[in-house]
């Protein structure tokens, strides 16, 4: 099926009040699916868990923060089980389970508990993070902190390692399984330096395990992709700039390429998109983004716009001072 079928098919679904890629009674069509949402506590990952959630899904939710203990990141009020019941909300069931996925006997812990509980696992969403705090931007590799750099490498690429070495052996015991490695830009964008050493590395490394994984995966019959936003609005980032999600825009006086923003729904969307796609195999060892996936299944941001944020911000890096419309990329 090709990309303009898909958009197609997935329209006709959606008037018909179904989701893309139910058809045909498989037993691991969006409503019967398990997913773990590695990384679910805010932002991308929280939407991830949230729109897996309203196929229907059963979603793990594993991460640091809960309402007894809070994380490096110091973001009390985002729990792990609020992401739980925001997932049971939308109308599947949302399990949280704390574990710090640096520590293996933990994400094992948490795997075993699915294979307890249901024997398989459809959907690995690999989003571990945390490390905004740690960036440093207008410094030389020479000048940065080498145990922030360390820390980044640690959360990005160690912890995304051990959780696919932990979660892998019950994802790959049934044909179908969909691996997601959640990063900061794709493949294109990657030519462009990201204005720190180990910032730039760390994001660069799930788009080279997915390269790897394409090729081990097929082989048993799964899929693996990585996958970014565009200019996300996290919660973060609306406190960076001291907005909210109401007065998102207000913040582009202060950085006019936050005129592309996108909300978390939207990549979870994209998650959600590529989970309910049964003909998904096609996009094995691809850098997606959620702007690039918009187009092909049809699905918008909370506000109906379709932002494609990185064609955007590389018109907006090579226009050199010139007007560039965010409004002709949305």
Known sequence: MDEEAVKNSAAGDEAAGTAPGTAGGDSRAPAGRIALVAG???????????????????????GRTTRDRVSEVGRATETIEETAELVTAAGGTGVALPADHLDPAQVRAVVERIAADHGRLDVLVDDIWGGEPLVEFGKRAWELDLGKGLRMLDLGVRGHLITLREALPLLVRHEGGLVIEVTDGTEESGEHYRGNLFYDLTKQAPIRMVKGLARELAGVGCTAVSLTPGFLRSEWMLDHFGVREENWRDAVAREPAFAIAESPVYVGRAVAALAADEDRHRWNGRSLSS????????????????????????????ADGATVDARDYR
């Open 40 to 62: 679910a506590t805010r932002g991308a990952g929280r939407q991830m868990a949230v729109q897996l959630g309203a196929l229907g899904a059963t979603v793990y939710a594993t």
């Open 291 to 318: 702007g690039q996936l918009a187009k092909v299944y049809g699905f918008t941001d909370t506000d109906g716009s379709a932002p494609d944020a990185w064609p955007y911000i590389e018109a907006l890096t090579a």
